[in-house]
């Protein structure tokens, strides 16, 4: 069975020609929501808001993670490949012409390209290394954060709480009425 998917496929996920539209813009445009959106026939000035309505979708959902599953499968087979070459576990084939047939013969693959895929290999797990620290960095950001806005709230609380014992404390002293007026 073929991997790639036909004009038609997007009926069996239940999925209108825009919704299709914006799913195939999505995962060619590196997943901007706003610009796919626009690309499928979404209005610009209700871009962003439709593109996070499609997102939410579940059949716009599931026919993503299909999408990206199948793209997933490819690039992990171009990295293989890539790792063989560089390796020099994989052989090209060359035609050879001997007695008057033609055959195929196997020929290691050249320095030079076995250099172009290491190269190739190096270029990708130092762009996954990044993408892992960026959302390391991310996460560290989002516990500061957090942190940050409990330390506020928890100052507030103690501010409406010493708010509330002088208040207390003037009604005791008879400074206010119940009603909180001098």
Known sequence: MENKLTK?????????????AF????????????NAAIKAGFKEKNA?????????????KSYLD????????KFNEVIACLT????????DQIPLLEQGSQYLADKKIDSRDR????????KYYQFKEKIKREDLERED???????????????????????EEDMQLDMEEGDLNEDNTI
């Open 8 to 20: 038609f496929d997007y009926k069996d996920f239940n999925l209108t020609k825009k919704q299709y």
């Open 23 to 34: 799913c195939e813009e999505y995962l060619t445009n590196g997943f901007n929501q706003k």
């Open 48 to 60: 962003c808001a439709m593109g996070a309505h499609l997102l939410a979708d579940e059949n716009v």
């Open 66 to 73: 299909y999408r990206l599953s199948i793209m997933t499968n």
């Open 84 to 91: 063989s070459i560089a390796l020099g576990e994989d052989t």
């Open 115 to 122: 250099v172009k895929a290491g190269s190739e290999l190096i």
């Open 141 to 163: 950001r989002k516990k500061n954060n957090n942190i940050i806005l409990e330390n506020l709230f928890r100052q507030l609380k103690n501010e409406e709480e010493a708010t």
